[in-house]
């Protein structure tokens, strides 16, 4: 109904879309893909494909040149719903021992939701059309970058203790924002975006982003800040540092 209406539509993805996160990722690898098209269940297995055949269906209906397709990673900041990279800063302001998974030097990858809004915005008001990946320069953070992140922004009493991925796997622990990066998705958080950039993407410092996203979080109400909706809880958090302990005693 859109298609013969509207002279630009801008259409927000998702960087899961991709097919094979074991090699390096751009706008042009491969998609995803289903047996079974008319899945209509969305489950870890489904999404990225059930989001990959959105993606082909707009090219087709409205046409490349017509049409801009963002594909975000963790979208990070105030607002957000997920409590994915929320948790991090979140949790460091409790304090005493936490449990990180990896090592400091893991790539990890983000974007601000305000960076995201002014490239939407500006691709509209350009009329920008393409494919682009809209992510932090790929190598630019890790996961020591975001606990000192964290640190500096809670004036916390926080003590990393770093968990490898052969003891996180055996605990079957996933954790928001990191993978191994020796994994099959260890590319998931070093994807290119630099044709992203080139079109005006700008993105902060991400002590900007954790700042920020404290400062809103204070405001919120005592029934949405009691249970975060991702991490660890206190209980099992305190479990697995225990387990790690005796491990390695």
């Not at 927000?12 to 074991?22: A, E, K, L, N």
């Not at 500096?152 to 203790?161: G, S």
Request: aromatic share 6%; net charge negative; charged share 25%.
């Amino acid at each position: 109904m859109l298609a013969p209406a509207v002279s630009h539509y801008l259409y927000i993805s998702t960087i899961s879309v991709y097919g094979d996160f074991s090699q390096p990722i751009d706008e042009d690898t491969a998609l995803a893909t289903l047996a079974d098209e008319s899945v209509e269940e969305g489950s870890g297995e489904t999404c990225g494909p059930l989001q990959a055949l959105c993606d082909e269906r707009v090219l087709t209906e409205i046409g490349t040149d017509r049409t801009t397709i963002l594909r975000p990673t963790y979208i990070c900041g105030p607002g957000d719903r997920t409590d994915r990279y929320t948790y991090w800063p979140v949790r460091t302001m409790r304090g005493g021992e936490m449990l990180w998974p990896g090592t400091p030097d893991d790539n990890i990858q983000i974007i601000d939701v305000r960076d995201l809004a002014n490239f939407t915005i500006g691709c509209v008001e350009r009329g920008t059309a393409g494919i682009y990946n809209t992510v932090i320069p790929a190598g630019s953070f890790t996961m020591g970058q975001l606990a000192e992140d964290c640190l500096a922004v809670t004036d916390a009493d926080m003590q990393p203790v770093w968990a490898d991925p052969g003891f996180l796997a055996g605990q079957d622990v996933r954790l928001p924002i990191w993978e191994n990066p020796n994994g099959e998705m260890g590319n998931l958080l070093t994807v290119d975006g630099r044709r992203a950039a080139a079109a005006g993407l700008r993105t902060r410092p991400t002590r900007e982003t954790a700042r920020d996203t404290v400062a809103w979080w204070k405001t919120l109400p005592a029934d949405r800040t009691a249970t975060l909706r991702a991490g660890l809880s206190a209980g099992r958090e305190a479990e697995l540092l225990s387990l790690l302990k005796r491990r390695d005693a």
